[in-house]
């Protein structure tokens, strides 16, 4: 794998990861208590 395409993939993966990670923090935020706790505990089933 040429090296830039492996620096590309890493950056992509950053970014997706903080994407993620904010759109959580905003769901999380804007609802309510009992919604952002179901949101956090769902995907780690």
Excluded: E, T, W
Aim: proline share 7%; charged share 10%; hydrophobic share 55%.
């Amino acid at each position: 794998m040429p090296d830039f395409l492996r620096k590309f993939i890493g950056l992509l993966l950053i970014f997706a990861a903080v994407g993620v990670a904010s759109c959580q923090a905003l769901v999380a935020s804007c609802s309510s208590p009992a919604h952002a706790s179901l949101a956090v505990s769902a995907p780690r089933r």
